[in-house]
């Protein structure tokens, strides 16, 4: 059964107070009422099912009625580093990766990347369009957004993964050998493509015989590791 969903950072046992901007989209645009039941999830990885019990004019009182385990997280926890894109195409990579259960998203400053900044408003955005399509597909984990990386200090954490590569446009190599459950990192490159230095950093795959968009790279590829590690 799909119930309303939304993310709260702390929920007691109990019950709890719901106010402002969730209140809002859950009184006005989800026409929620008392005796109404809808999902929490505390943003790392716990769902909890509660009945709307008060509301006022500009507050909701919630209990809490069971903890229930995530039915839409898999056991992989996946990083894209993407190198800056100009204009909004990060917002696009967020907007289509977040669903395909992305758990954390890093900006790379590479040495053909047309940005070189993420400004704190632009960073506030990021995480309200993250916000938005994780409960919007129901998810129970939010996706984090690092800060800016050089393209060394993303190297460096790649490889702390269980399995790190580069989708690159000028290899021909197969993606690697992945696990079903532990993490994948790769990186996706700029407009102006990786330099080749760059792209030695790391293995590199292919993603097929045509240059992807590098805002749409990134939600080309994720389905395909799913599928491969049967976590679709």
């Given at each position: ?131 938005s399509a994780a409960t919007q597909c129901g998810r129970s984990i939010l996706p ?40 994948i990192a790769f990186l996706i490159g700029p407009e102006g493509g990786l330099a ?6 790391l293995p590199c795959c292919s993603l097929g015989r045509r240059i992807l968009r ?19």
């Amino acid at each position: 059964m799909i119930m309303e969903h939304f993310f709260l950072p702390e929920i007691p046992k109990e019950t709890f107070v719901v106010e402002g901007e969730t209140y809002r989209h859950l009184t006005r645009s989800r026409r929620m009422a008392i005796g109404d039941t809808a999902l929490f999830s505390d943003g790392q990885g716990l769902d909890y099912l509660a009945e709307m019990i008060g509301c006022t004019k500009d507050s909701a009182t919630f209990k809490v009625l069971e903890e229930r385990q995530p039915i839409g997280e898999s056991p992989l926890s996946i990083t894209v580093y993407q190198c800056l894109p100009k204009g909004d195409k990060m917002e696009d990579v967020l907007h289509r990766c977040t669903p395909l259960g992305v758990t954390r998203f890093v900006p790379v400053l590479s040495s053909r990347a047309i940005s070189d900044k993420v400004s704190e408003n632009k960073l506030r955005r990021w995480e309200k369009i993250v916000l938005s399509a994780a409960t919007q597909c129901g998810r129970s984990i939010l996706p984090e957004i690092a800060p800016l990386h050089t393209f060394e200090q993303a190297i460096e954490e790649m490889q702390k993964a269980d399995v790190a590569f580069i989708c690159y446009e000028n290899s021909d190599g197969p993606l690697p050998k992945l696990p079903k459950e532990g993490s994948i990192a790769f990186l996706i490159g700029p407009e102006g493509g990786l330099a080749p230095e760059e792209a030695d950093r790391l293995p590199c795959c292919s993603l097929g015989r045509r240059i992807l968009r590098t805002e749409d790279a990134a939600a080309f590829l994720l389905p395909i590791l799913l599928d491969r590690t049967d976590n679709l």
